[in-house]
């Protein structure tokens, strides 16, 4: 097929036929996804069911892809079978599968492969780039950023000063390539802004300051949140970003045991019927923070939450005691916790 910038993808679905293999090459994460999501929604028709899988390269089997792209091709729909890594597989089963299958796709499922970063060289690109379609998703440009943000404040009826817009981009570090962020990482920030004070509805430089978190706390903030999202790919790779950037282990446990502290009081606080403005009261929380933890209840419950509490006091105990190293820890720890599995906790 050929090459394209990921925000053209949606104009090809629209004119179609539309590629069964699509390889993304991702500088913006969440921008891929979004992309390949209005492509998903203009492709899918009214009378089509549609199955959903997303896998790891990493972890995954080539025996699972196959089955999810190809045992039930009997059965009517449209299956979206999503995989995320850094790379392509260079070789190995995984690798040996995906060259025949971009020779031979099913035409009822649609394979997106989303990475980091990729060998043009390999013969993994140049087939997908024979057969499928690959799609390059590019960080968004200044000026863009900022159109986006001021009309997201727009469409909930808040305007934001020239000056706090630009600190908001300066201080999270969109722009800067080094960052390990993407455009994801203002929705949590702008939401923030919103929730500072809901009766004014001007965002101000100062009100900005008061309200947004540096970059590097904003890895730390990210990566607790996808613990509690249950999001095990996500919460792997924000840890990464915090050990980058020197973040202290004991530090990131404190970060973990404060999100889950703060789930069991919101959640609970919740089903006994108080209001979000009441618990925000009551327990001096932000209303942003009681929000989110309310929020979390369809992935983490009061249960999980104590269970990850208890998991996070013995892995603590572990570390201070010697019995394992910090980074070592941090990473099982995670893992256990995002996957809900809670060995740490008995």
């Not at 293999?21 to 069911?49: M, W």
């Not at 729909?77 to 099913?106: A, E, H, I, W």
């Amino acid at each position: 097929m050929a090459t394209i910038k990921g925000n053209k993808l949606a104009a090809l679905a629209a004119k179609g036929p539309c590629p069964n293999c699509l390889l993304f090459i991702c500088d913006d994460r969440f921008l891929a996804d979004s992309y390949f999501q209005k492509f998903a929604d203009i492709i899918l028709t009214q009378d089509r069911e549609l199955s959903y899988s997303i896998f790891e390269i990493k972890t995954t089997s080539a025996d699972v892809l196959a089955n999810a792209l190809l045992s039930m091709a009997f059965v009517p729909g449209l299956r979206l079978v999503k995989m995320v890594g850094d790379s392509l597989p260079k070789d190995g089963d995984m690798s040996k599968f995906l060259s025949g299958y971009l020779q031979n796709p099913n035409p009822e499922s649609i394979l997106a492969i989303m990475v980091d970063n990729v060998d043009k060289r390999t013969s993994l690109y140049r087939l997908f780039s024979k057969h499928g379609l690959v799609v390059e998703v590019d960080r968004l440009a200044k000026a863009e950023v900022r159109r986006q943000i001021a009309s997201s404040f727009k469409k909930d009826g808040f305007a934001i000063d020239s000056d706090a817009l630009g600190f908001l981009i300066e201080n999270i570090g969109y722009n800067n390539r080094d960052a390990k962020v993407d455009f994801g990482i203002f929705k949590g920030e702008v939401a923030k802004l919103k929730w500072h004070n809901p009766s004014q509805k001007r965002i101000t430089l100062a009100a900005a300051r008061n309200t947004i978190t540096s970059s590097s706390y904003n890895n730390l903030l990210e990566y607790s949140s996808y613990v509690a999202a249950a999001d095990v790919s996500n919460a792997i790779a924000s840890l990464c970003s915090c050990f980058e950037d020197n973040q202290p282990p004991l530090k990131l446990l404190s970060e973990l045991a404060r999100t889950m502290r703060n789930i069991a009081i919101c959640q609970s606080a919740y089903y006994q019927g108080k209001s979000a403005q009441d618990i925000a009261r009551d327990y001096s929380l932000h209303p942003f923070v009681v929000q989110k933890s309310i929020e979390a209840k369809n992935r983490y419950s009061v249960a999980d939450a104590a269970n990850a509490l208890k998991a996070v006091l013995n892995v603590d105990a572990a570390i201070k005691s010697g019995q394992i190293d910090d980074k070592t820890a941090l990473e099982a720890l995670t893992v256990d916790l995002a996957a809900k599995v809670f060995v740490f906790a008995s």
